[in-house]
């Protein structure tokens, strides 16, 4: 009996802070005839995620993580957990599930994995210590990734989202999810590796 082809599907990860995000972005890939595994808890089911999503014939072909919450704390006032919590929720965990999510699509030789992090790694963001050295860290990751898994057909992609603490300067979530789809659909002849989006009131 011959076996069926997996159907394509979408993996999104997420915290609190992108739920709307992956919601707007479940929505798009629903209507694109995309399943959509949607995971709020990170790293502790991302294994699970990868496996249930094999025992229903779905093959992912996207796959987002955005992860972490912004933590009002400076460098002095930040302590050893706050830095640690930050790097794990951020930057270790985006490790995982990137390394997961590679390992099942290169078999296929194509897919895309967004990393959904925030523009203090790359510039300062006051009160922001532990969460920018963690949004550095997973920037570095997904420039790593890109270069390794690039020339074996899988793109991966980092989004610098602009925001403070109280979401002001934020781009919007349907926004968001639209420039995460044009990543998407891209062409590897015209690969995107770092996109910042930010509102055009935001100062550069």
């Not at 502790?44 to 496996?51: L, P």
């Amino acid at each position: 009996m011959p076996q069926k082809t997996p159907q394509p599907c979408a993996l999104l990860f997420c915290s609190e802070q992108h739920l709307d995000v992956a919601q707007a972005l479940a929505r798009q890939c629903e209507q694109a005839g995309l399943a959509v595994h949607l995971c709020t808890e990170g790293l502790a089911q991302s294994e699970a995620v990868f496996q249930r999503a094999r025992q229903s014939g779905h093959q992912p072909v996207l796959v987002v993580h955005g992860g972490g919450t912004l933590l009002n704390r400076s460098a002095l006032s930040s302590t050893a957990a706050d830095f640690e919590s930050a790097w794990r929720s951020v930057c270790f965990t985006g490790a995982v599930i990137g390394q997961q999510a590679m390992t099942a699509m290169l078999p296929q030789g194509q897919g895309t994995v967004i990393f959904l992090g925030h523009a203090s790694a790359a510039e300062r963001l006051s009160g922001a210590a532990a969460y920018g050295a963690a949004s550095a860290g997973l920037r570095s990751l997904a420039q790593s990734m890109a270069r390794e898994g690039g020339p074996k057909g899988l793109h991966v992609a980092h989004v610098l989202l602009h925001g403070d603490m109280q979401g002001h300067g934020r781009p919007q979530a349907q926004d968001v999810a639209a420039a995460c789809w044009q990543l998407h659909q891209q062409d590897p002849s015209t690969w995107t590796h770092e996109l910042d989006l930010r509102p055009s009131h935001t100062p550069s």
